[in-house]
């Protein structure tokens, strides 16, 4: 008499390191197997398969050495929908002689795995889906981290925003919040949240040397533990190589502002001698003044953004509108409208502002605007 033909499989994802009253759930979820396992005959032909959807998992076991398989499994990164993981449990079993075939997924069934509307199983399969459900979920997570300076130097500063997210019903006080740089641990920061509150803390990190430094922020949640930890780089450069393309219309105000800080490699040409063989060792390239933008130029610029560079565009009052709507299309950006001839009266300069970082030594308190 030939045996059952039967298909396990376990989710290891992420969601799957999440606890309930039982443990945590790829436990419970290994603990049921076993016991789907034990209620096998020794003639049964079991695969094991997870996220992972290794070689190994495409073969059959006997149930001794289905549940010594049990025991290799492990959280991990890959996240396959039901309907693939069906799918490749349909490509074997249908292969097998005829006999009784059964299907098992053992899973959380997060939003982002459930495609049931996308399954094609075959009637000759018995599928049974057994759901591991979590405590009510809570979470306590790094969302994301930038810096709010787009140039960093030696001797200046990084100063980092940190969100975090608390998806639960419970506050956190006094949070420590971890940071590492270049592998040497620095002063925690201690945080408060609210429930269900995103935040945003700011860092101060001061540049001592060039080079790349490595960043790892770490916060101590007992919940899911797998987004705790957010690793980040930036890199510093001794300098930063500028191209400044000039029209007939420049001023002098560019040259000014590049030429009085080593910190900038300046190169300077009018926009009738430009030598292209600069692009590929310049950072940032500068177009101000250029009544008029040539489609070859427009395609080298097209070329030096897609290596990674920065295009800052400043247009004359007199620019040809058409050569420059031509050149926004191109790169897929805002066009430029009628010029605005109307008066306006300026109230008072947002000197707080960003862009005005590092600008005004001093601000008089009655400016005549």
């Keep these: 008499q030939a045996g059952q033909i039967i298909s396990i499989f376990v989710d290891n994802s992420f969601s799957m390191d999440a606890q309930q009253k039982d443990g945590r759930l790829l436990d419970v979820a290994l603990t049921y197997a076993n016991e789907i396992i034990k209620s096998c005959k020794d003639i049964d032909k079991i695969q094991i398969l997870t996220q992972d959807f290794e070689g190994k998992h495409q073969v059959f076991y006997s149930p001794s050495e289905a549940g010594d398989l049990l025991n290799e499994i492990k959280i991990t990164s890959q996240v396959h929908p039901l309907s693939e993981v069906i799918q490749r449990q349909s490509d074997l079993l249908l292969k097998q002689p005829d006999t009784q075939k059964k299907i098992y997924i053992l899973s959380d069934f997060q939003q982002s795995f459930s495609d049931v509307a996308s399954v094609r ?37 990084a100063e980092l925003k940190v969100r975090i997210r608390n998806i639960s019903d419970q506050p956190y006080d006094n949070m420590p919040l971890r940071v590492e740089v270049n592998g040497s641990q620095k002063s925690p920061v201690l945080f408060n949240i609210q429930s269900n509150e995103v935040i945003e803390l700011p860092m101060v990190y001061t540049i001592q040397e060039n080079g790349f430094h490595e960043f790892r922020i770490t916060l101590d949640d007992d919940q899911i533990t797998f987004d705790d930890d957010m690793y980040f780089s930036f890199l510093v450069h001794d300098h930063i190589p500028v191209y400044l393309i000039e029209g007939s219309h420049a001023g002098v105000y560019m040259q000014r502002l590049f030429s009085s800080d080593t910190y900038f490699d300046l190169k300077i040409s009018g926009d009738k001698q430009i030598d292209y063989s600069q692009f590929s060792n310049r950072s940032l390239i500068i177009l101000n003044g250029l009544q008029s933008i040539a489609t070859g130029l427009t395609e080298e610029l097209f070329k030096f953004i897609n290596d990674g560079g920065t295009v800052l565009l ?9 050569a420059y709507q031509s050149f926004c299309s191109k790169f897929q950006i805002a066009t430029f409208q009628s010029v605005d001839t109307a008066d306006a009266r300026i ?16 601000i008089p308190e009655n400016m005549d605007l």
Aim: aromatic letters at 8%; zero cysteines; charged letters at 20%.
């Design 121 to 157: 199983a075959d009637s000759s399969l018995s599928i049974q889906l057994i759901p591991i459900t979590p405590n009510t979920q809570r979470n306590l997570y790094i969302d994301s981290v930038w810096m709010e300076q787009p140039a960093l130097h030696v001797g200046g500063t």
């Design 314 to 322: 400043i247009p004359p009052a007199d620019m040809d509108k058409s």
């Design 347 to 362: 109230a008072r300069i947002q000197t707080n502002d960003p862009f005005y970082g590092d600008v005004f030594e001093s």
